[in-house]
């Protein structure tokens, strides 16, 4: 079975520090891996997805994703926090060898960034 | 903009009372995902369509659930016999076969079961 695991459930930064949200991963084949945003009362949006393609992965708003195999991870960063990047970041995993299979979300981590 | 859309957007149910939820995929998007969110918790998966025959059922899909694709456009969520447990946030996503297995998701229904 597949699963993520996002280590903090909450982290603060100040604006214009450096964004590192923490995702690992267990999968038994190599899996596809996704990062989503969440805003209060609104749905989720992707920010990027890693596809077994280049394992540096670049998505919208500046954030970017590297897929490491020998640490099971996928952590998400971005150089420098703006206002507007406070919200509920969730990483998300799926087996590409099953066709339609639903992607399994970690809990999330709630990102709030301070002036 | 023809994303997902999902009706209502908020429902406020008094327990015990049948509620019904409605997705709207992405016109060409033949798989569609229902998930439930509680706060602070990841969406949980609940089942998936692809066109109109229903594929996976979640063990969290309870006997008070039905989901439905009739035609394999649109979907419904019905819950029946609401408990306060249910009160969460249903999403609903849509993908094609052609991507790469992201979904596109809608604003989901809040439900809140008094």
């Known amino acids: 079975a597949q699963s993520v695991t996002q280590l903090g459930s909450h982290v603060s930064v100040s604006e214009g520090a450096l964004v590192l949200l923490r995702c690992n991963y267990s999968s038994s084949v190599p899996p596809y891996l996704f990062w989503y945003v969440q805003y209060p009362n609104q749905g989720l949006q992707l920010l990027l997805k890693?596809?077994?393609?280049?394992?540096l992965v670049k998505g919208i708003n500046g954030f970017e994703a590297e897929f490491k195999k020998s640490e099971t991870s996928f952590h998400l960063t971005k150089p420098s926090a703006h206002m507007s990047d406070a919200a509920e970041y969730f990483c998300a995993v799926s087996d590409p060898s099953q066709a339609g299979t639903a992607l399994i979300f970690g809990k999330g981590t709630t990102l709030s960034v301070s002036s | 903009d023809t994303g997902v859309s999902q009706d209502p957007r908020h429902k406020i149910t008094k327990r015990g009372q049948n509620v019904t939820f409605r997705c709207d995929p992405i016109?060409?998007?033949?798989?569609l995902y229902w998930y439930r969110q509680t706060l602070g918790q990841g969406p949980e998966f609940l089942t998936y369509?692809?066109?109109?025959?229903?594929?996976?059922k979640s063990r969290l899909l309870s006997d008070r659930f039905s989901a439905e694709r009739p035609k394999g456009s649109f979907s419904t969520l019905e819950i029946q016999r609401t408990e306060q447990g249910d009160s969460a946030m249903y999403l609903c996503a849509s993908r094609s076969d052609a991507n790469t297995g992201e979904l596109f998701f809608g604003e989901g229904s809040r439900l809140t079961v008094l």
């Open positions: 369509f692809q066109n109109e025959a229903q594929l996976e």
């Open positions: 890693y596809t077994s393609a280049a394992t």
């Open positions: 016109s060409e998007h033949n798989r």
